[in-house]
């Protein structure tokens, strides 16, 4: 398994505008290309104004193939508009990174 760590960096006090821009836009094309995510997360504490989502994928062909797919997608080019329009994102860094064989994630 490959895992798709994502992490958002976004401008103070927009953490929730951007799950909302996410949500109505993004998800369910996301969804429908690339599964259920395994944790889409909001930070509470620390580096606050912090998003992270994790995806699974059977490797990093299956991510590719995937992806490639879905921004084929109109519906995922909207979200990406959409997105870019808004302006909350700061940063974004993207780790793709397996799990330890003692600790596997289940799906």
């Given at each position: ?56 994928f ?27 329009e ?22």
């Open positions: 398994m490959l895992v798709d760590l994502r992490t958002y960096r976004v401008k103070p006090g927009f953490a929730q505008a951007q799950m909302d821009v996410y949500e109505k836009y993004g998800l369910a094309t996301q969804i429908k290309y690339c599964g259920e995510p395994i944790a889409y997360l909001s930070a509470e504490s620390g580096d606050l104004n912090t998003l992270v989502h994790l995806w699974a059977k490797d990093a062909g299956d991510r590719a193939e995937r992806r490639a797919a879905m921004t084929k997608e109109p519906a995922w080019h909207e979200y990406v508009r959409q997105n870019a808004s302006g909350y994102i700061v940063d974004q860094r993207t780790s793709l990174m397996v799990p330890a064989k003692f600790a596997p994630i289940k799906r």
